[in-house]
């Protein structure tokens, strides 16, 4: 169906030079095809458009958000304001593809008419309204004709692509995004601080064991020792293991112990305390981590000096050898442990994580060998 009218407000003129074009052969299939597009919340006005069963050209534009559009500052509440002005932004640009398609592919003249499909009524309205403008132009109202269906599927090929080619960098940006985030997640884990302390009392063999990190955690244990190291290296071996597991890469122990310091730093240089098997387990734990290239730093803090994550650490392991006293006489007392908690929790808040290892050597602090 052709619409050989120019159209005026109120009016409906027949065309004379249009009634003229509309009887003569078709000698090219013009298709100009837009539509609103959302994606990530983000509208869009895509714009294909085809000659003679082939894609041509494609437009794709950014609208304006609706809240930059100035209609208030609730756009649910203008949601026809909007509707109208994205139509209009969307046959603007129909209106410019129009334009280029037919400067490069409208049949001379004298070849015979140039059929032309667009999707914007807008753009239908203006180009019937001033037929003299493109000599043997036809408008179309509908698709048919063998020519001018596959030019319309084409277009449409084409903009389906050009959609999902959108839907898709949006994909990407988003697993870009993502791994961005899990890349920051892990460098967060790559590096824990670990303050690690022992309690044993002087008449018994219980011996409690506590460690207290920059990630919050506040971790107890207890076990039979004749001295205070066995139970020492174990609050580190176990540090370790458990931190390792996680994907940590860089673990920086506190030890008060200077038994244990020597263990873990230079076990060549003090075999003998290598005869213990518990210690001697826990050095080969950390050994296997450090093979396995996680980077242990076993460093030594002077006691009750103040160092945040040891002083819990020593409250902690001081309630794990009570706890276990405790239960071994039917009782226990949770309450000490959740006051602990919670006072950890508030004090770790107000620490950064390079505060808590950031020490040069000195007279209450030495550092592992390989940072000294």
């Known amino acids: 169906m052709s619409a050989p009218y120019s159209h005026k407000p109120g009016t409906l003129t027949p065309n004379p030079a249009a009634i003229a074009a509309s009887a003569r052969p078709v000698a090219a299939s013009l298709v100009v095809y837009g539509a609103l597009v959302t994606v990530d919340s983000v509208r869009y006005a895509v714009v294909s458009t085809g000659c003679n069963g082939r894609a041509k050209d494609l437009f794709v534009r950014v609208l304006t958000p609706a809240k930059e559009r100035g209609f208030g500052d609730y756009p649910e509440d203008c949601r026809m304001q909007v509707a109208r002005a ?24 004298e070849d015979g008419t140039t059929a032309v499909y667009v999707s914007s009524p807008e753009v239908c309205q203006v180009l019937t309204a001033y037929p003299e403008e493109y000599p043997g132009m036809v408008v179309r109202t509908v698709v048919s004709g063998a020519a001018m269906q596959s030019t319309w599927q084409a277009c449409r090929t084409w903009h389906s692509a050009a959609v999902t080619s959108l839907q898709d960098e949006y994909e990407a940006k988003r697993a870009r995004e993502e791994e961005a985030k899990a890349a920051a997640e892990y460098a967060a884990l790559a590096h824990v601080v670990v303050g690690t302390d022992a309690s044993r009392n002087t ?170």
Not at 90 to 108: C, K
Not at 297 to 303: A, L, Q, T
Request: net charge negative; proline share 3%.
């Open 203 to 372: 008449y018994g063999s219980t011996a409690g064991w506590a460690a207290a990190s920059s990630t919050g955690d506040l971790f107890i244990g207890s076990l039979r020792a004749q001295s205070i190291a066995p139970a020492e290296a174990t609050a580190i071996a176990s540090a370790v293991q458990g931190y390792g597991h996680r994907g940590f890469r860089v673990i920086d122990v506190l030890t008060d112990s200077m038994t244990c310091y020597r263990l873990f730093n230079q076990p060549e240089e003090y075999p003998g305390l290598l005869h213990h098997v518990g210690m001697k387990k826990c050095a080969q734990i950390v050994q296997e981590w450090r093979d396995a290239g996680v980077v242990v730093n076993v460093h030594w803090v002077r006691g009750h000096h103040g160092h945040l994550l040891n002083e819990f650490a020593d409250r902690a392991a001081v309630y794990a050898r009570r706890d276990r006293e405790w239960r071994l006489h039917g009782g226990r007392n949770t309450a000490v442990w959740d006051r602990i908690r919670d006072e950890f929790t508030e004090a770790l808040a107000h620490a950064d994580i390079e505060d808590l290892i950031g020490m040069e050597s000195n007279e209450d602090f030495h550092a592992a060998p390989a940072l000294a």
């Open 86 to 109: 994205e139509a209009m932004d969307l046959a603007g640009v129909m209106a410019e593809a129009f334009h280029r398609l037919w400067s490069q592919h409208a049949a001379p003249a």
